[in-house]
DNA sequence: CCACCTGAGTTGGAAAGTCGAACCCACCCG
DNA sequence: CGGGTGGGTTCGACTTTCCAACTCAGGTGG
């Protein structure tokens, strides 16, 4: 009975599962920033229409995005990010930091990130409960579901 | 001369370019959790075997994750992630909690995370320099390359 | 010795998804 | 009227994914 096809229940994979397709991140960007016009996402993101027109639809049924016209004769419209669709803005900043610090020779970020605070945006991941930078030695994972145990770390 | 495919130069795009595909940041999920050999893998993620390996060898060229052998005779191998790979949990940690918030109904959360400060991990992405947790309306992006302004935050 | 098991993949062909260019439609501009 | 813009849709070629079956090497049990 059991499908062949049960992986691990779990919220990254279902939140891959809606924004994990090509570009739907790269379309929260720009929407993020404030591009939210058809032709400047596909400008912007380099995708093919069709493919984002798809992707659109699914963000915006996801309710991480809404369409709202802009302009009324000409019709015009304009993507916009939900509450829901600004929470995944954390995944872009670690995204972001990331390929900067891997990816590139730092000093040749192609974009930077300026906080309220007046300084650069350097994002850390931190507990919510002591406040201190999260590193992966820290944190054990506890699965819920019976059946899905995890090895551990791994001694060196 | 200039190709008809030049999007916004951005590292969130480059770092998708290598961890963005189907399946690689579950394979990453996984092997944080200790569940590096590829028969786990296979079973805990879901994924065709093929693909799984195709994903697999995409990781460790990006060096991201390393393959070892736990034993010679008979040969049999396991991935882990380098410093880079760990690098990226954050971004794992950030899209889990906003699963369980926006997919979730608060308590199925199927995996939660311990601290070492003895409470359970709610990660918050805060300003490195101010120590603030980070919201939208608290930043401002500035492209560093010239011809890819952004509309900045539109007027509500 | 032989059959069978496990781990770690590879292979082949059908099904699904992607790409790019072209097309469409409504509306505005001169 | 001719051309331009914004926001898509359609088409066919191409590329990936999927899944089952296969391989290969080295144990394991009888």
Request: charged share 25%.
């Amino acid at each position: 009975m059991a499908a062949p096809k049960d992986p691990r229940p779990c919220s990254i994979a279902d939140a891959l599962a809606l924004v994990g397709e090509k570009y739907s991140l790269l379309v929260l960007r720009e929407v993020c920033l404030g591009n939210g016009r058809f032709d400047q996402l596909v400008r912007n993101i380099g995708a093919p229409r069709d493919i984002l027109a798809t992707r659109l639809r699914r963000l915006v049924d996801a309710r991480i995005l809404t369409k709202r016209a802009y302009s009324e004769r000409p019709q015009r419209f304009e993507y916009r990010p939900t509450e829901a669709g600004l929470e995944l803005e954390p995944v872009l900043m670690t995204l972001m930091t990331w390929g900067d610090r891997h990816l590139r020779g730092d000093e040749d970020r192609p974009m930077v990130i300026e906080h309220s605070c007046g300084n650069e945006l350097v994002p850390v991941v931190t507990c919510r409960a002591c406040g201190d930078p999260v590193s992966h030695e820290d944190l054990t994972a506890h699965p819920q579901v019976p059946g899905w145990s995890v090895a551990g770390p791994t001694a060196a």
